[in-house]
């Protein structure tokens, strides 16, 4: 997995806000730090927090887990 410094960053917030809260593995085992020059060479990222993954359609069960992604710029969204 390629992270951009920024995604780093937002990774390493998530972990600290979430290990406590989430069974789901949140830091990868293996990355590399893409350089800032090469931000294109970057992976879009996501990890699920919280309960069980929802298996179903929108709207999901109260208490399930969510899937935040993170952009090559550090920006999170659910």
């Known amino acids: 997995m390629r992270l951009t410094q920024a995604q780093m960053y937002a990774l390493y917030k998530v972990y600290l806000e979430w ?30 927090v919280g309960g069980e993954i929802p298996r179903g359609n929108y709207p999901f069960p109260p208490g399930s887990a969510m899937y935040l992604g993170i952009e090559k710029d550090g920006y999170t969204h659910s």
């Open 19 to 48: 290990q406590g809260k989430t069974p789901h593995a949140i830091m990868p085992s293996e990355f590399e730090i893409v350089p800032d020059d090469e931000y294109r060479d970057g992976d879009y990222i996501g990890a699920w």
